[in-house]
């Protein structure tokens, strides 16, 4: 069994930050991507971050200059840094790993709420 676990999520202010963690455990084989989606009431599921084991990185163009992905491979974790948070960016923020089998892992999702 592989599990995610997501924390760091919360409640913020316009302009605050955040730092959201995803530990990947269990039976994993290799990782190879790991990416941040996020998914509002209403909207559909966006990509918002995802780096690979080479370190290549890729950023929706809305948090770009804002978030910062990153991952320390020794604990299996990904960490998405989050700066100057706009309310546009509450949502349910869920971690997606996949291994070099390409089997995909997806954890249960961290809420991010930017209100004044």
């Known amino acids: 069994q592989v599990q995610l676990v997501e924390s760091g999520g919360g409640l913020v202010q316009p302009g605050g930050s955040l730092r959201l963690s995803c530990a990947a455990s269990?039976?994993?084989?290799?990782?190879?991507?790991m990416t941040w989606y996020r998914q509002a009431p209403g909207k559909q599921r966006e990509l918002v971050a995802s780096?690979?084991?080479?370190?290549?990185?890729d950023y929706a163009d809305s948090v770009k200059g804002r978030f910062t992905i990153s991952r320390d491979n020794t604990k299996n974790t990904v960490y998405l840094q989050m700066n100057s948070l706009k309310p546009e960016d509450t949502a349910v923020y869920v971690c997606?790993?996949?291994?070099?089998?390409?089997?995909?892992?997806w954890g249960q999702g961290t809420q991010v709420t930017v209100s004044s």
């Open positions: 780096i690979t084991t080479g370190g290549t990185t």
């Open positions: 997606f790993v996949r291994d070099r089998r390409m089997l995909g892992y």
């Open positions: 269990g039976n994993i084989f290799s990782i190879y991507t």
